[in-house]
């Protein structure tokens, strides 16, 4: 099965950690590669952008939103890494939920690595799209 780990930029150390412990499971998992590549520091300029708060500058010059589409439409699955971010519990932020969004049309199972957010104003959007919370632990991926 072909998973592919998205979740919010504060997030991208666990998610390519996540890539890498799906493939170790035996799942085709898989990144957008800028990810790996900020990981490892290659895009230190695009980190000094992020940074400065120029997240949509950057968004925009890489067309992320555009390049996760497609390769969420190439998949089998969709794992979103939900940690803790600005003190809120298992997160999900815009981004996460267009992604979800994209997701849900094309009929791909969504799974949070974490459990279930509360308290966002649109939590009724993300439970009408069944997320699957794995509640920390891959090996709770149902096989297919």
Known sequence: MKIYVLGS???MHEMVA???KLRELGYDGWIHPDYEELVAGKRDEQIAQWNAGEQAKVKKAHDYIRQHYHHIVESDAILFVNNVKNGVANYIGGNVL???GQAHVHNKPIYFLYGMPAGLSYMD????MDPICLEGNLDNIPRI
């Not at 959007?125 to 009408?128: C, K, R, T």
């Open 18 to 20: 996540t890539k890498n």
């Open 125 to 128: 959007e993300i439970i009408a």
């Open 98 to 100: 267009i992604e979800m």
């Open 9 to 11: 930029n504060a997030f």
